[in-house]
């Protein structure tokens, strides 16, 4: 049994473990990525229309700043974010966009003087600054007040994990290409480390490390139709769960997707509505603006996704061959435009569709999109209840996102929660590193516990169909824990979902081969994700409240006074255990309040009053003192961040101030 | 429609000394829509549970899938069944050590590759995160981009008669990336520097202009034009070196 | 202590470019070469004094008043040595070995590729060149007042040099036409912007001119044919211009 080494595992190379990687590597650790498959081909590479920093240089950016992407964002999460993660953020994104640009992403940029574009519906005029000529340009996206989404084309996440990729070969970062991490090595309180299996020769081997990173991505193919990439199964977050000693967070906030192309499932970017399309429905009538008329298709994605299936409910659905859906039109923004900012857009269109976008609308529909919760980590993202394993980008619920994730803000997070968690992984390492004794005893009995588990499952007959197991998965997931939920469909599939995972273990294969065996690698991942699906519904039947994606029919008002708090949960051995984490009102920067779509339906917490008061009253005190002063006062995090990040940003107009 | 589609797939585990290369034929109801993904996954499903292929983003971005379709190299998840006849064949990518069936192993080519060619952003300077970015004209951001957009899926390398010929070829894929290195203005390397990674036989003057990478890239990359410039800017680099040196005597 | 005495190396060899460079202006001077050498022998389409005025013209008698023979043996000579250049450059582009003809061949025969296909022809018919051309170089350069109306016409026909014609004539059209438009794409020289464009005009031109020299070549051999088989009976009897005749007895 081989049992090697390292300062740090990173599992996972998508933007997140690349970055994360690479900062600990700066530092001068020993670090190793695992990677399902090669890192350039990590699911961050689908991310399209871009990335959200504040740096204002757009005429329709222009006095853009991090209080503003702040605000944003803890609105977009429906007040379900930790705001001083949220602080944390919005401050490091402008240096993330800038770094990567340094790296090579060659973000489109800002060219002076006048040009059209289209601003809900309307042809518009707008003229860039002289001075901003050749600077980082931005797009608008959804449930922001700024232009603030930094894009290339609408590849964006494409030229980020390349930059990234690029970057850990320069920095001499082993990737374990086609390794997967299949168990945590602990001892119940500390995390030492991965088992290892080589998905081409099947073997298993240990790596033991004073830092474990999970960043494997989200869990969306839980659900049948998905934007994510097929290996998004969630098993970072399974193997952290089945530890029962790290919690997941918040499992149950699942983000649904307004444009996912009708039926293959695939995402075509935010950017396109962005960028001026809109959403038709049977009659080519624009029907966003009826329901939300200030922000129509540029609301945030929970609400754009609501309203399409409310809409599809009344009958305003295009049925067809395949499943019911609505038009995305991006007819009015002409061939060169598309050609030169949508240009996945165009190809997905033309090879999954047959159909070109700049003459014809596309068929879409909301698709599971992201995953909110994760492995609840601190701000410093490792968990807070098995030292030494962190965890960062969507594989966390770090929660910058709350209840919902304003677009832009994912490839945003990975880069700068990559960046942050990096610098206090290296800080852990040195600050506890030798105090840890790695147990390569320990490492060898959690190889011979797995190799056992896949021994076993090779020798049982095929008594269950895998395929079939994680169909009725999949549909009960896509029907009964999706865009509305109620207390009926939600204890159905708690249901349905734990007697999955009895019969789960009794999956067998037809054929024993022990390496490159697909079947072998299904029977072994489903549980594991049946546990996530599990675990997902569980929440979401607990949680009597609507907030952000969680939408409750039969509980409609969000509940700040019994539910302003995150999930957590653990797998014991009779099962998931819940708990919550109060999400403190009294340290809240921005208090909650209304996010302005539809009608108001909020039960306020009692203590929401108090601190709206009290940020008010400290505001008024410090009028005059500038907004560093003002935000220092009701949300101190600088000292939070690692030193090298806490510089102040600079912007256009504010450069020498 | 209802066509009965007759695929016909590579078969071979290298691990597996009772294992020989063979062609295996499956018959398959085609459906609407259905794409190569789609096909081979009903496949697994059904008939051959064991059999080896490579997915991710199933959307035409990530470069996992590509195999050689009927003959080419292409992406099977963007290929739809519709647009080839009833029988179809489908082999492993060549010129990448295989996997399994129609698994190939790209990632350690690339990676490869990418340390050979140091294909990344060599810094004058650590940038200060800051203050502002330094500018870089609109059009030459998408020039660079359009360079970028390579998904290192392998194609040009299977399309490329001189790459099959000569492994240690770096192909479209490799010259394509000193092209958008030695386009971008970040990047401190001069043609001395390129010239020392593609000035020579397994580079730039390795190319004989098939001109297979230009017809089968997935992504429509300039490949022609990137190799002209840079074969021009080589050969220059290759003159200016004698000169140069007759200059020093 | 003293330092060593030292010395850099180079860092890089700048063969490759001088080779690459080397291999494309041989061929492209070659292929020049071969459409106006095929422009002059179709002179004899225009009429047998036309031919025997190209022929002296080269061995200089308009110039010296004379015919120097020789010089075309000199021209000969730097033709056959820029080949023979070409020849060896060109042949490290070959397959090397049986592996290696293996991969393309299969690779070929997989992918149908149209230009990969035309470079295996360029292969075949540079192959073929090897064995033919010299023969023909070396006549021409041994027997340089062997040109001309009826000498050239006894070789083709009476000397049974036609096949040989024959067979080179396609050789070298296709060869010249494909490598023209090979040089084209390697460089960069495309008569439009868009590669696409480019490309298929520059097809369309290379079909165009590879069509209208094998014509007129074949139209030419076909001259001398005819000139060959008629004159057959006098075959050795040099030409003598239509004004350099004694006037025929009445």
Known sequence: MKVGHTDVLVIGGGLAGLRCAIGARRRGLEVRILSLVPAKRSHSVAAQGGMQASLGNTVRGAGDNEDLHFEDTVRGSDWGCDQLVARMFTHMAPKAVRELAAWGVPWNRVERGSAEAIINGQRVILTERDEAHGLITARDFGGTRKWRTCYTSDGTGHTMLYALGDRAVAESIPVDERCEAIALIHDGGRCQGAVVRDLVSGELSAWLASATVIATGGYGRIYGVSTNAIINEGIGAAIALETGVARLGNMEAVQFHPTAIVPAGILVTEGCRGDGGVLRDVDGHRFMPDYEPEKAELASRDVVSRRMAEHMRRGKGVKGDGPEHLWLDITGLGAAHIDRKLREVRDICHHFLGIDPAREWIPVRPTQHYSMGGIRTDHRGESPTLRGLFACGEAACWDLHGFNRLGGNSVAETVVAGMLVGEYVADHVRDEGSAIRLSPALARAFIAREQAALEAILARPAEEDAHAIRRAMEATMTEQVGLFRDEAGLATAVETLTGLLARAGRIGTRNKRRDANPELVLAWRLPKMLKLALVAAEGALARRESRGAHCREDYPARNDRDWLKRTLVSWQADGPHFEYEPIEVEAMELPPGFRGYGTRNIIEHPGTAARLGDTEAQRAALAGAGRDAVQAALLPFEALLPERYRGRNARLGEVGQ | MSRTLSISIFRHNPRDPASAPRMETHELAEAPGMTLFIALNRLRESVAPDLSFDFVCRAGVCGSCAMVINGRPGLACRTLTAALPERISLHPLPGFALIADLSVDTGTWMRELAERLETWVHLAAEPDLDLLEAPLSPGLAEEIHELDRCIECGCCIAACGTAQMRPGFVGAVGLNKIARFRLDPADSRDDADHYELIGNDQGIFGCMSLMGCEDLCPKELPLQAQLAWLRRGMARQGLRGIFDKKDKK | ?250
């Open chain 3, 1 to 250: 202590m003293p330092a060593p005495a030292t010395h850099a190396l180079p860092r890089v060899s700048h063969w490759p470019a001088m080779l690459d460079l080397a291999q494309s202006l041989s061929g492209l001077l070659l292929a020049l070469f071969m459409w106006f050498h095929m422009c002059f022998v179709s002179a004899i389409l225009l009429s047998e004094d036309a031919a025997w005025i190209v022929a002296r013209f080269f061995e200089g008698y308009f110039v010296f008043g004379r015919a120097l023979p020789w010089l075309v043996s000199v021209f000969v000579a730097l033709i056959s040595s820029l080949l023979a250049v070409h020849a060896l450059l060109a042949l490290r582009k070959f397959p090397a070995d049986w592996a290696q003809y293996r991969a393309i061949a299969a690779h070929s025969d997989r992918t149908r590729h149209g230009d990969t296909l035309l470079w295996l022809v360029q292969v075949a018919t540079g192959f073929a060149m090897f064995f033919l051309a010299p023969v023909h170089l070396y006549t021409m350069m041994t027997r340089p007042e062997l040109i001309g109306p009826f000498e050239s016409a006894d070789r083709v026909w009476s000397g049974f040099y036609w096949p040989l014609y024959l067979i080179l004539l396609f050789m070298v059209e296709i060869h010249g036409g494909v490598g023209l438009y090979r040089l084209a794409l390697k460089w960069g020289w495309l008569p439009a912007r868009n590669t696409r464009d480019g490309r298929r005009r520059l097809a369309l031109a290379k079909w165009a001119l590879t069509a209208f020299f094998l014509i007129l070549g074949l139209a030419s051999l076909g001259a001398y044919m005819k000139l060959g088989h008629s004159h057959a009976p006098l075959a050795g009897e040099p030409y003598v211009p239509s004004w350099l005749r004694a006037e025929p007895a009445r």
